[in-house]
């Protein structure tokens, strides 16, 4: 599977927001971000406008089983930003696979 998710050809960058104020009674705010991994290899799946509707998400990315992604993660995809609200490991007789990433289009003004 990490073979064809290579071969996709596509290719994303991973930010990591940075927050302050973690004990506050509003939560923590995201101040700023960091750059994760400058490019990582994906396999785009986009979401019908059926699932949009149902679940929200914009479509799933499947990713290499150790890249270090997270939920609240934000990933730039063919200049579109993304935020990432679902990870799950995908494993096979117990060996680590693959990663289905779920993702949000993020639109700023």
Do not use: C
Not at 34 to 47: A, C, K, N, T
């Amino acid at each position: 599977m990490s073979d064809l998710i290579k071969l996709s050809g596509n290719s994303g960058k991973l930010f990591r927001p940075v927050t302050s104020n973690a004990e506050s009674f509003d939560g923590p705010v995201e101040t700023d971000e960091q750059v994760i991994v400058e490019s990582f290899p994906l396999e785009w799946h986009p979401s019908s406008p059926e699932e949009l509707k149902q679940i929200g998400s914009s479509g799933s990315v499947h990713v290499l089983s150790d890249l270090d992604i997270r939920d609240g993660d934000f990933v730039l995809f063919k200049e579109n930003r993304y935020r990432v609200t679902d990870v799950r490991l995908i494993e096979l007789f117990g060996i680590s696979v693959y990663q289905i990433v779920q993702l949000e289009r993020e639109y700023r003004g």
